[in-house]
């Protein structure tokens, strides 16, 4: 079956930086879209990444754009988010997503 493990998550300073992984199975990768969305403390899930199948491109809402960057190792069936300049307002779940599939979450705290 579809499993989605997100790792990475943890407490940093404003203007930090921090790497999310997605270790993914149970379906064929290298034909996944595969993206990112987080969920902040009393609000709704916001997407904050996408990645094509093949890594060449990608997207981003304007909350994000400029200061993360998602990225996929196909080899490895896993999706990363490289979050920079990190913000208060970060602060959330963030989870991996494929297809209707979702991850369980990591949790990132951004405070000092």
């Known amino acids: 079956q579809v499993q989605l493990v997100e790792s990475g998550g943890g407490l940093v300073q404003p203007g930090g930086s921090l790497r999310l992984s997605c270790a993914a199975s149970g379906f064929t990768f290298t034909n996944a879209i595969m993206s990112w969305y987080r969920q902040a403390p009393g609000k709704d899930h916001e997407w904050v990444a996408v990645?094509?199948?093949?890594?060449?491109?990608?997207n981003y809402p304007q909350s994000t754009r400029g200061r993360f960057t998602i990225s996929r190792d196909n080899a490895r069936n896993t999706v990363y988010l490289q979050m920079t300049q990190l913000k208060p307002e970060d602060t959330a779940i963030y989870y991996c997503k494929y297809h209707v599939y979702w991850g369980k979450g990591t949790l990132v705290t951004v405070s000092s």
């Open positions: 990645i094509s199948e093949d890594g060449t491109e990608s």
